[in-house]
């Protein structure tokens, strides 16, 4: 993020080319050069800089979504919008000195789903093409005392219509479910070793397993006061689950860590979720990147 001066000039540039306009053209094109006025009007009215976004906040980026950013268009949720704020932190990082992209770029990988799932928790059940990105601090916001990064949801293609916020709307034994079952896969993805191959990596995938295991049994915990009949199945699928994880997490080598790894991970295919999430009224559909994930 960065700061700059807000463009107030193009509100009056706005208006001065519609009155010029009305001297030279007839009333219908001139009508419509004051409906682009306005519009043009309103659009500068409703930017807001990135330092002043909140939770909750539907917006328009000014130009690609990506890149460094200054403002944006704040609009209705009920408008069709590029994105929209779930969630913000801010970093934790004693000193003055910018720790660089990577290192801000790693943090709000991590903590960014996290703080989007407490908005937006079941993450099946968002619009097609809904992308997870996050506005956080430049070198040069950050020697300001920049320290907040935001969460946003942000449409790949087709606009987004309506707020994404579901966490209120859902039942008790919902919120258990997704607060369970988003731990485990965040366990999994955040702790991924940067190596390709246990061989070259063995602590760095135990250390993998354990936190999943360690997820998965505070999902069970969950799930065991929650009732249902495909609940129950999927308990007893995740049960066996923690315990080829736990195996993994304490293999002795390669070899041993494979023999466990295997059955763990297939284990928690989401697709064996999908008919405990309809007996609880929760969106059914894998989501694609999550089902490449599994099916290769």
């Not at 460094?68 to 934790?92: M, N, T």
């Not at 494979?258 to 059914?284: C, H, M, Q, W």
């Amino acid at each position: 993020m960065a700061i700059r001066a807000p463009h107030r000039s193009l509100r009056g540039i706005s208006a001065v080319v519609a009155l010029l306009a009305i001297g030279a053209v007839g009333c219908s094109e001139v009508s419509d050069a004051v409906d682009s006025a306005k519009d043009g009007a309103k659009k500068v009215a409703r930017q807001r800089s990135v330092f002043s976004l909140d939770t909750g906040d539907c917006y328009n980026p000014n130009g690609k979504a990506e890149g460094e950013a200054y403002s944006v268009e704040v609009v209705p949720c009920d408008e069709a919008h590029e994105g929209q704020v779930v969630g913000e932190f801010a970093i934790q990082k004693k000193g003055t000195e910018y720790p660089g992209d990577d290192e801000i770029s790693a943090i709000a990988d991590e903590r960014c789903p996290v703080e989007a799932q407490k908005y937006a928790p079941d993450t099946w059940a968002l619009p097609k093409g809904a992308a997870l990105f996050y506005y956080t601090p430049t070198k040069e916001s950050w020697a300001t005392g920049d320290r907040s990064v935001s969460c946003t949801y942000t449409a790949e293609g087709a606009k987004l219509s309506g707020s994404l916020d579901t966490a209120k709307s859902l039942k008790p034994e919902q919120t258990t479910y997704l607060t369970g079952s988003n731990a485990v896969y965040n366990a999994l993805w955040a702790n991924q070793p940067e190596q390709d191959t246990v061989e070259a990596d063995l602590a760095g995938y135990k250390a993998q397993a354990k936190a999943v295991a360690a997820a998965l049994d505070t999902h069970l915990e969950g799930l065991d006061g929650i009732e249902g009949t495909e609940v129950g199945k999927l308990r007893a699928t995740l049960t066996k689950a923690a315990g080829n994880w736990k195996e993994a997490a304490n293999a002795a080598d390669a070899d041993a860590f494979y023999v466990a790894y295997d059955p763990a991970f297939t284990d928690i295919d989401p697709n064996k979720s999908v008919a405990a999430r309809k007996e609880l009224g929760l969106a059914t559909t894998v989501p694609a990147d999550e089902a490449e994930v599994w099916a290769g």
